[in-house]
């Protein structure tokens, strides 16, 4: 009777959840019905927009005695609410308005863009109007039109949703689950290997994540769709080819060329790729850009799915899905056997969150090589603390397995070869002699080099990159003054530093709150005060020799980004992400590894399944709400 009671208990938890998502769903139909009423009434919406050419204005060039430039409009228009000045390009510094009457309104920038200006009215009757700029602030040529009483887009339509209804539904059902979870965790004590449970919530997240990002749509990964494909289709040289399915390229390009990435990013406009059939015989010659230089190594993982759904002449969105599959399963393999290996039990809690932090799983989840290089590298480290922390001698087998796993990183980006280094703190006790070490090492060496030149061998691809930096400028720039360079490199740390933590710990999907959680996390793991295996540790030269190895590829990262990626003589280097460090957060955090806080969770390896579920929640909420649109 008592568990019929208790089951009959849990079905009015359910009900009572399900009410209180159609209710909230209610209040927020009630929000939306009030707001929509209000911008009517302001006009902000509902009004019947006029669209004014540039040939139906006139451009005053010459300025006046205050050096003031006039747009003039010469007709009139009743009921004015709001003017907008739209321009093709982003017009920063510009002090706008609208004269009328004797009296003038500021129009002011309305989008994130800074390509809108912007003055609002009370329904006035405008005989005429001049739009006022000082000197040069605007080009005319840079003019797209003027709207009056234009729309705001950014309103929600006020209608019931059931997808948001389901939503709220699931995300309380799985706080309450979670909740059950942690009360009967208490109750008994339950252990999970660290790798097993890397491997349940690898294969949660990553799953979620590769079936919630609609394809192509973040990290460059139509790019790597592409050069992924060609090397499938056994075009090793890019653009050596006739050409590719047009098809792959329809799903992020229109029929006038214009790529469509962000634009069509939605779940509506995916159901309408599945339509898009692979049509193989149906080429295109297009070149697939800066990717096209990338190694095959690169794209191993993504090749395999690529070439089976391939085969079975699958549409082009579910080949998509098949490589990033691939690409998942690939990370999660090399992770789970990093994790198994390592020689001690708090290394494996500090890998388990590196690798499956946020942008981890997202770059896993798709078709990036960036998840090819965080999981080789990370097993390459695991590998060498296995063999670093183990009495038995050093074989060549192992040091040919090094070798291979340094040799991937660095084919895939050249600014990895420090890790090779590693090598060194391999005690001199594991093999037979000082000179067997060197040996050794030397062919960890010639194993990467080896497929470096032979990949340099195969002719140059066909490349189209837009370029919009000069190297060779740049470089001249960096060697003429030394002192500079370190301001420079003070001034990109001092501005980008946090971008690159939260790019580094968070996805484009992840709230702030999320990567603070996740930082607190991985920090508290790294100076646990563990009783266990307390004899594995590094000495003082070893933590230095990690350091300079660290610092060896940021410095190379920041390098080659600032030479062939910023603008010359800029004093801040671009385009470097956080996502570059990934490889190297395991090594980092190990370097700090210490014994400086003491707790104690009962049924730990629980309690993270639940928290790391948990955080994700809200990653896909906010991913499904993105997309849905």
């Not at 907008?84 to 004269?99: F, G, Q």
């Not at 990370?378 to 397995?401: G, S």
């Not at 000179?435 to 470096?452: P, R, T």
């Not at 910023?566 to 801040?572: H, N, R, V």
């Amino acid at each position: 009777m008592k568990v019929f009671n208790k089951d009959i208990k849990k079905h009015q938890i359910i009900i009572l959840i399900a009410i209180i998502s159609f209710v909230i769903e209610l209040v927020l139909l009630g929000y939306y019905s009030i707001i929509d009423k209000l911008f009517i009434s302001r006009h902000l919406i509902g009004n019947t927009t006029t669209i004014i050419e540039k040939e139906a204005l006139n451009f005053i060039d010459e300025p006046d005695e205050w050096g003031y430039k006039y747009i003039e409009y010469e007709n009139e228009i009743e009921n004015v609410y709001n003017i907008e000045l739209i321009m093709k390009e982003t017009n920063n510094d510009a002090y706008i308005r609208v004269l009328y009457e004797d009296t003038a309104e500021v129009m002011k920038k309305s989008d994130k863009e800074q390509r809108v200006f912007k003055a609002y009215f009370n329904g006035k009757t405008l005989k005429n109007f001049k739009i006022a700029y000082y000197q040069d602030e605007i080009l005319p040529g840079n003019i797209e039109e003027i709207k009056i009483n234009d729309n705001i887009d950014y309103n929600v339509s006020p209608r019931f949703s059931i997808v948001r209804v389901l939503a709220v539904f699931i995300a309380i059902c799985m706080i309450y689950g979670m909740i059950l979870v942690i009360k009967n965790i208490e109750k008994k004590e339950v252990i999970i290997k660290k790798e097993n449970l890397f491997l349940i919530l690898g294969a949660i997240t990553g799953i979620s994540m590769c079936f919630a990002n609609v394809v192509l749509s973040k990290y460059d990964e139509h790019a790597h769709f592409w050069r992924a494909y060609e090397i499938s289709d056994g075009t090793i040289v890019s653009g050596h080819s006739e050409g590719l399915p047009t098809s792959i390229f329809d799903l992020v390009i229109n029929d006038e060329g214009i790529y469509e990435i962000e634009d069509n990013a939605s779940y509506k406009d995916q159901r309408e790729d599945f339509n898009i059939q692979l049509n193989p015989e149906e080429l295109t010659y297009r070149l697939v850009g800066a990717s096209g230089g990338v190694s095959p190594i690169s794209y191993m993982p993504q090749i395999i799915g690529i070439t089976i759904a391939r085969i079975l002449k699958l549409n082009p969105t579910i080949i998509v899905f098949a490589g990033r599959i691939a690409n998942l399963l690939y990370y999660i393999l090399l992770i789970y056997l990093a994790i198994k290996i390592l020689p001690k039990e708090k290394w494996k809690n500090i890998l388990l969150i590196v690798s499956l932090l946020p942008m981890s799983i997202n770059l896993a989840a798709s078709l990036s090589p960036d998840s090819v290089i965080i999981s080789t590298t990370i097993l390459a480290i695991a590998y060498l603390l296995k063999i670093k922390f183990r009495e038995n001698k050093v074989r060549i087998k192992d040091t040919i397995i090094i070798g291979i796993l340094f040799m991937i990183p660095f084919m895939c980006k050249i600014v990895y070869l420090p890790l090779s280094l590693l090598f060194m703190m391999i005690p001199k006790e594991l093999f037979k002699s000082n000179k067997q070490k060197w040996l050794y090492f030397g062919i960890v060496i010639a194993i990467e080099f080896a497929f470096w030149f032979l990949w340099h061998l195969v002719p140059a691809p066909n490349a189209e990159v837009i370029v919009r930096t000069n190297p060779i400028e740049q470089l001249y720039f960096t060697l003429s003054d030394p002192i500079r360079d370190l301001g420079t490199l003070g001034n990109t740390i001092w501005y980008n530093t946090e971008g690159y933590i939260e790019t580094m710990i968070g996805g484009w999907n992840t709230p702030h709150s999320i990567i603070a959680i996740f930082t607190i996390i991985l920090l508290l793991f790294t100076f646990e005060d563990t009783e266990k295996n307390k004899s594995i540790k590094f000495s003082k030269s070893e933590r230095l020799f990690m350091t300079f190895i660290c610092l060896s590829i940021m410095l190379l990262i920041y390098a080659g980004l600032y030479v062939t990626w910023t603008k010359a003589q800029s004093t801040i280097a671009d385009g470097i992400q956080g996502r570059y460090f990934l490889p190297i957060l395991f090594m980092i955090m190990l370097i700090f590894d210490n014994n400086k806080i003491k707790f104690k969770f009962k049924n730990l390896d629980l309690k993270l399944l639940t928290i790391i579920i948990i955080l994700y929640v809200p990653i896909i909420v906010n991913t499904v709400q993105y997309f849905n649109k």
